[in-house]
């Protein structure tokens, strides 16, 4: 399935709409399920922020899109504030609870890797691959 069919029509940089078709240019998008209110998900945030933005530096082609589950729009603005990828909009929580499903999301944080190309899932273990590829010498890691 074509990452439009995944994520919608469009996602955020910051507050500028972004249109899915363009994040096939890229060879894996993670897709981060984390929340403010997690401490668990605020212990892995900036880990991830240091490992996209190393594998970025590096010339790969990665993108990741934020999904909320924050209880309201102004924590989830509040936690992508510190977050340099995109954002699937607050207001779609409808898409959210399809992917949580699609990719059985039990808990968070929790990062899906996905063929940004194709939209098969590369892995459901996003967090493990970032915690033991630290350098990203096995993206994109199919």
């Known amino acids: 399935m074509a990452l439009v069919g995944i994520l919608g029509k469009k996602v955020l940089r910051k507050s500028d709409a972004v249109d899915v078709t363009t994040l096939s240019e890229n060879d894996v998008v993670g897709i981060y399920f984390s929340a403010h209110w997690c401490p668990p998900c605020r212990a892995f945030t900036p880990v991830l922020v240091e490992y996209y933005n190393k594998l970025r530096s590096a010339g790969k082609k990665f993108e990741i899109v934020f999904v909320s589950s924050d209880r309201d729009e102004a924590s989830c603005k509040e936690y992508y504030d510190s977050m340099p990828w995109l954002l699937l909009p607050y207001e ?43 350098e990203g010498a096995n993206f994109p890691w199919k």
Request: charge should be negative; glycine fraction near 10%.
């Open 92 to 134: 779609e929580r409808d898409l959210k609870e399809e992917l949580a499903q699609n990719y059985g999301i039990r808990g968070i944080p929790t990062l899906v890797f996905v063929d940004a190309k194709t939209g098969d899932t590369i892995s459901l273990e996003g967090r493990q691959i970032v915690n033991t590829d630290t």
